[in-house]
């Protein structure tokens, strides 16, 4: 068969006024639409005109690649005698974005055809796969994914099969874990959040989660690790080694809680980085020695502290806290006291910088997402099902991308004095 084919100069055919911008023709979609309507059939639904479209726009593509593979079109007196042909088709039912669809797939005689479109032995269109994983990541349950198939489109997908199409991520999970990094962030964000396990006996298990400011103010989620115990400053220093290996050289601040030990693991990794207690973490730990009918008057006493103009009167009310409170919660002093030295460190910087790195509100609205999504399933069987779920909850974070231009603007004035402040470490390649 001779092939004549010819390239269409596009941009000198015209286009219709009513051609929808996807290349679509309204006027063909009216059509059809009104079609069905006279016909008294559904838009959606079982057998309704989606589902019908989509059969015929299938199995049409079906035909095109096995016509592509024998080489001749069907009825064609080319392809007689020509060694293979078609044999028939198979049916097969798939579940699409607008239900199952039961397809006719063509078959050849010697076996050799191999669909793309629709793959032997593939049950679903990646529009079904993308769903169950955007739903997933929004915090429902394999259980309710289920429930939300059935309800909508009319398939009864397992369990099983879901939590499958979930595991797809694993390989891009481990594959953004181990990217490289920047040379250098202006902050890193330190912080655990707990998940049940079920290892034996479900129990608390901490995940890692460091966050980072870039250089042009944008939000970068580092890395998520699953530790196996309590959270401990030596796993953290694994994570630090880790971070350091992958690429970063250097980090203006470090803000975190007040675990002991951080502190050092922080030094050995960057000697030059500024540590930063976290104010949110102190005062949240010193609400816990406190009744609760003092929550207020206590956090008016200690607000005084943390927003001074500088550490020699950040102490001077620290000890106007201690001489109203300090008798009745010396538990509250000692607390303050162990942590002063992580604590005054923002104290010398410039307001910028004061409002961003005084707390982990940053890292606390990513941590939100994540306990959403995991206390939605109760308990996972195992850490790999723990860490997809928090992946998959990260990665869903800004879809749309405006909290990331949000991000942005938030933290230019904080960029500049940082770049005043560390002065050559900000962008080392402009020495």
């Known amino acids: 068969m001779t092939d004549t084919t010819a390239a269409v100069d596009t941009a000198a055919v015209p286009k219709k006024k009513d051609q929808a911008d996807g290349g679509v023709d309204a006027e063909l979609v009216g059509r059809l639409v009104e079609q069905a309507r006279a016909a008294g059939l559904q838009l959606t639904g079982e057998g309704g005109l989606l589902q019908q479209l989509t059969k015929r726009v299938v199995e049409a593509a079906l035909d095109g690649e096995i ?77 309710e994914v289920q429930a939300h198939l059935a309800e909508v489109y009319g398939a009864d997908v397992s369990r099983q099969t879901i939590s499958t199409i979930t595991d797809r991520v694993l390989d891009a999970m481990a594959e953004w874990q181990n990217r490289p990094l920047d040379p250098v962030y202006p902050v890193i964000f330190l912080d655990a959040i707990h998940v049940k396990v079920r290892d ?19 939000r970068d989620i580092l890395g998520l690790w699953a530790g196996d115990g309590g959270e401990g400053a030596k796993f953290w220093l694994q994570v630090l080694t880790e971070l350091k290996n ?11 809680d007040g675990l002991k030990g951080l502190p050092d693991a922080i030094g050995q990794t960057w000697p030059l980085a500024v540590v930063q207690t976290c104010v949110i973490h102190l005062l949240r730990n010193s609400f816990r ?68 790195v005084c707390s982990t509100n940053a890292i606390e609205s990513v941590n939100a997402r994540i306990r959403r999504a995991v206390r939605a399933r109760g ?8 860490l997809k779920c928090v992946y998959l909850a990260v990665m869903s974070l800004d879809p749309t991308g405006t909290g990331r231009r949000r991000w942005a603007i938030r933290w230019k004035p904080a960029l500049n004095a940082f770049e005043m402040t560390f002065e050559g470490r900000l962008n080392p390649t402009d020495n």
């Open 67 to 143: 016509t592509d593979h024998l080489g001749y079109d069907k009825g064609d007196p080319a392809g007689k005698n020509g060694g293979n042909s078609r044999n028939g088709s198979r049916s097969k039912t798939v579940l699409t974005e607008v239900g199952p669809v039961e397809l006719s797939v063509p078959r050849d005689r010697d076996g050799s055809f191999e669909p793309q479109i629709v793959k032997k032995r593939q049950r679903r269109l990646t529009g079904v796969e993308d769903m169950v994983i955007s739903l997933s990541a929004k915090g429902l349950t394999t259980g």
């Open 200 to 218: 034996g006996k479900v129990a608390n298990r901490p995940v890692y989660v460091a966050l980072a400011v870039t250089v042009e103010g944008t």
């Open 246 to 256: 992958r690429g970063v050289a250097d980090a203006l601040m470090v803000v975190c």
């Open 289 to 356: 020695y406190a009744g609760r009918q003092h929550y207020d008057a206590i956090a008016k006493a200690l607000r005084p502290v943390y927003t001074a103009p500088t550490e020699a009167a950040a102490k001077a009310r620290f000890g106007d806290f201690v001489e109203a409170w300090g008798e009745r919660y010396p538990a509250i002093v000692r607390l303050w006291n162990n942590a002063w030295a992580e604590f005054v460190p923002f104290l010398a910087f410039d307001v910028e910088i004061r409002k961003i």
């Open 379 to 386: 308990h996972f069987p195992n850490e790999q099902a723990a």
